[in-house]
């Protein structure tokens, strides 16, 4: 041993012997250059790596380069309703934990409900039913818009383009992201962290479904494995219920997803049937089926469906804003140009007179709406929630697609962050709400407390405002991590796998 220690020496005492002054002093100071190098190098590393892990704004007030920015696409506003709309649902589920749950599904009018909260367009607030509807809307006006404009400029190879690559990349945008998230509560329920006794779930009048823990890591593999192939990718909203399927469920919020691909696919199928039809005879088409699948309980297709209608009439709409100001762009005051511009005031007030009422309907309650002095008329002609909130999402993205003054709501800067990072709020909201979110309010009640109204409202207020903070930083990372990439994934594996 000390013979191995003295052969490990020998050579520096050598070195050391055999050097000149000069090349002593170089070896003993190349060492301590080196750890210094490194040192450097871990702390440039962790300088450019931690601000990574800021949400994207504060990313920007810190960044000192210069970030383009660019005009908003006309469209812009779709992703701030969306933003809003995951946002709306987000706060439903934070909701469910402190507060009534039955009364958060009856509006006000119905008997024992009486609280201003449950107030018509109020309720909309924490409603995240009517936000199922919006969401399917304004994906079916986002993916009929590019091949309308196609089909509207007679651009009939491009259309063949749009549509086949909008249908190839559907499957890998919706499904890949769920994969991940669904992924990654697999492993946490497997390791137990999942599953904290919340009391609120049992007797709540919005079910909450949570996968069960099995014996090892295996096991819980194959029954994701499972609930990947019957549940996520198969729906049973649209199809017959499988046989030996789980009974766990590992996104109780992801049912959405699989119907939002079929109904993808009817929509992309749809657009190509009536390509070559005239607009006018298009819209009544598209209103025909749209009538037809509320009628046998698709509402769903429904929503995609009348995404058709909603973008064509912005299309033309936007054509006959720029005749209009062609035609007025002579300076010269006549009487046609007196009514047009009466006309177009009216056309602005009737459809807010629309976004109104599809404000109203969309605030249709889940329960009791029969018993409701408010809601009994509509519960007399059709006693369906979905059907109204359908409707009502029609109502509500016609009317915004035709007024400017909603749009530059929706493309402001905080509806426009939500709407960049929906879908990630979406996916992970009721993860981080199962580990941590559900917790909060408790532990806030035991400094604010919880036996008077101020101070039980208070903190669950503070508790909200804590989880916002969270779920924004957590879908920011999980936007720039995972969706974003997923996107970019698809279209590389479209172009290896198109036909050149």
Not at 173 to 193: K, N
Request: with cysteine.
């Amino acid at each position: 041993m000390y013979e191995a220690y003295e052969s490990l020496e020998l050579p520096i005492a050598c070195n050391k012997s055999n050097a000149s002054a000069e090349d002593v002093s170089e070896t003993e100071w190349e060492r301590p250059a080196e750890r210094f190098s490194r040192s450097q190098a871990v702390k440039q590393f962790t300088a450019r790596q931690l601000p990574k892990l800021l949400p994207s704004p504060l990313q920007n007030l810190t960044s000192t380069s210069n970030v383009p920015k660019y005009p908003p696409r006309s469209t812009a506003w779709l992703d701030g309703v969306r933003g809003c709309a995951a946002l709306v649902v987000f706060i439903e589920h934070v909701c469910l934990s402190v507060q009534d749950s039955h009364a958060m599904v009856r509006a006000y009018g119905s008997p024992g409900a009486n609280s201003l909260w449950q107030l018509p367009l109020v309720r909309l607030l924490y409603a995240g039913s009517p936000m199922v509807p919006i969401f399917y809307v304004v994906s079916g006006c986002a993916l009929s818009l590019k091949p309308l404009s196609d089909i509207h400029h007679q651009e009939w190879d491009a259309l063949l383009s749009t549509v086949s690559s909008a249908t190839f990349r559907r499957a890998f945008r919706l499904f890949l992201p769920s994969m991940a998230i669904t992924f990654i509560t697999m492993l946490l329920t497997q390791m137990g962290v999942y599953h904290h006794p919340y009391p609120f779930m049992h007797g709540n009048a919005i079910h909450i479904d949570r996968p069960q823990r099995l014996p090892n890591l295996a096991a819980q593999y194959v029954d994701w494995l499972n609930w990947v192939a019957t549940k996520l990718f198969y729906t049973e909203e649209i199809f017959q219920p499988l046989s030996g399927t789980t009974t766990s469920n590992y996104g109780f919020q992801l049912w959405t997803i699989s119907v939002e691909f079929y109904a993808s696919i009817a929509l992309f199928i749809t657009i190509v049937g009536l390509a070559r039809v005239k607009p006018s005879r298009r819209q009544l088409l598209v209103f025909l089926l749209c009538a037809f699948a509320l009628f046998v309980g698709r509402w769903d297709v429904a929503c995609f469906v009348a995404g058709i209608s909603v973008t064509e009439l912005s299309i033309q709409t936007k054509q006959g804003e720029r005749e209009h100001q062609e035609s007025t762009s002579t300076g010269v005051y006549t009487h046609e140009a007196f009514v047009s511009n009466r006309n177009l005031a009216l056309r602005k007030w009737a459809f807010a007179l629309v976004l109104l009422f599809g404000l109203f309907i969309a605030s249709y309650p889940g329960k009791e709406a029969s018993r409701n002095f408010i809601y009994q008329p509509f519960s007399a002609i059709v006693d369906s929630q979905r059907f109204w909130e359908c409707l009502a999402a029609i109502f509500i993205l016609t009317s915004v697609s035709q007024l400017g003054f909603t749009q530059n709501l929706f493309i402001s800067a905080i509806p426009k962050y939500l709407g960049r990072i929906s879908y990630g709020m979406y996916l992970t909201h009721v993860a981080l709400l199962n580990l941590l979110g559900w917790k909060i309010t408790p532990w806030i009640w035991k400094f604010t407390g919880h036996e008077g109204w101020w101070s039980r409202q208070g903190g669950f207020a503070i508790s909200l405002g804590v989880n916002l903070v969270l779920l924004l930083w957590v879908a920011d990372l999980w936007t720039r991590a995972i969706d974003e990439p997923c996107v970019r994934l698809a279209k590389r594996m479209e172009g290896w796998a198109m036909t050149k």
